[in-house]
Antibody, heavy 114, light 112 residues
Framework: QVQLVQSGGEVKKPGASVKVSCKAS????????INWVRQAPGQGLEWMGW????????NYAQNFQGRVTMTTDTSTNTAYMELRSLRSDDTAVYYC???????WGQGTLVTVSS | DIVMTQTPLSSPVTLGQPASISCRSS???????????LSWLQQRPGQPPRLLIY???NRFSGVPDRFSGSGAGTDFTLEISRVEAEDVGVYYC?????????FGPGTKVDIK
């Protein structure tokens, strides 16, 4: 069965970076893109970007341009999202989802606090 | 960017009664390939989002048939024919016709 399993929660200080992983199983990894979506506490869903797992092409939301990098490791069927220069308002649950948004990871809580 | 709006933002419903959520996009969601990439997601409390409906009206695998989607162009509707207790949560419409992908603000469905 299709599964996306994300890395565990992180606590970071302002200005630091975080890298969240999303390990896929149950399907051909390079046949489906990966979206990254975040959700601040009590708020709605915000799309961060998309990565083509076949060729590595990316498309980032304007709000994250210059601060986010999405990558994949096809040898381990894992997608990564790195967010830099963290601020307190980056505190959120970060989700990966298969490109069609049909399967989602369990979410990774990233807390940014001094 | 395509802006997605939803009404109502909150919907208290009686068990067994129908519920309806509207979603409107700021521009047509018809893709150049002829498809309309409008999806509905359900997020139960403490859970990740779950795909219910894709391309306006297609139920995803395992989704009960009390959920249905309709619409065209810029106006779309999610209907629940008879609300059950497990349907409590927030419902989002989402467009994947063009980047950046965008979500509606969410509609909270709870039981009266």
């Amino acid at each position: 069965q299709v599964q996306l399993v994300q890395s565990g929660g992180e606590v970071k200080k302002p200005g630091a970076s975080v890298k969240v992983s999303c390990k896929a199983s149950g399907y051909t990894f390079t046949s489906h893109a990966i979206n990254w979506v975040r959700q601040a506490p009590g708020q709605g869903l915000e799309w961060m970007g998309w990565i083509n797992t076949y060729n590595g092409n990316t498309n980032y939301a304007q709000n994250f341009q210059g601060r986010v990098t999405m990558t994949t490791d096809t040898s381990t069927n894992t997608a990564y999202m790195e967010l830099r220069s963290l601020r307190s308002d980056d505190t959120a649950v970060y989700y990966c989802a298969r490109g069609e948004n049909d399967y989602w990871g369990q979410g990774t809580l990233v807390t940014v606090s001094s | 960017d395509i802006v997605m709006t939803q009404t109502p933002l909150s919907s208290p419903v009686t068990l067994g009664q129908p519920a309806s959520i509207s979603c409107r996009s700021s521009q047509s969601l018809v893709h150049s390939d002829g498809n309309t990439y409008l999806s509905w997601l359900q997020q139960r409390p403490g859970q990740p989002p779950r795909l219910l409906i894709y391309k306006i009206s297609n139920r995803f695998s395992g989704v009960p048939d009390r959920f249905s989607g309709s619409g065209a162009g810029t106006d779309f509707t999610l209907e629940i024919s008879r609300v059950e207790a497990e349907d409590v949560g927030v419902y989002y419409c989402m467009q994947t016709t063009q980047f950046p992908l965008t979500f509606g603000p969410g509609t909270k469905v709870d039981i009266k």
